[in-house]
Nanobody, 115 residues
Framework: QVQLMESGGGLVQAGGSLRLSCVASGRIITINSIGWYRQAPGKQRELVAVITSGGTNNYADSVKGRFTISRDNAKNTVYLQMDSLKPEDTAVYYC?????????WGQGTQVTVSS
């Protein structure tokens, strides 16, 4: 079994920054891709950023230039540095990983950006 644990969410003013972390643990042979999604109230869950199995970083257009995804393979951890936050970034942020070719989700962490 594989577990994903997110941390780093919170309340921040517009223009501020937060750094999310997601640690993968359990029976891990290989992490094929790992990334972040978010879901705002009344909206569908959407991709924020992902590191593909080929090592490419992909971002949603709405966060390009403001968010940076990175990965520490030795720690099985992925980070999301979020700068210049906007109220519309308010959502529950979820980590998703393809581990051993199975898909796993974290429990989510709340990010709230006040105007």
């Amino acid at each position: 079994q594989v577990q994903l644990m997110e941390s780093g969410g919170g309340l921040v003013q517009a223009g501020g920054s937060l750094r999310l972390s997601c640690v993968a643990s359990g029976r891990i042979i290989t992490i094929n891709s790992i990334g972040w999604y978010r879901q705002a109230p009344g909206k569908q869950r959407e991709l924020v950023a992902v590191i593909t199995s080929g090592g490419t970083n992909n971002y949603a257009d709405s966060v390009k230039g403001r968010f940076t995804i990175s990965r520490d393979n030795a720690k099985n951890t992925v980070y999301l540095q979020m700068d210049s936050l906007k109220p519309e970034d308010t959502a529950v942020y979820y980590c998703k990983a393809l581990v051993n070719f199975g898909a796993y989700w974290g429990q989510g962490t709340q990010v709230t950006v006040s105007s």
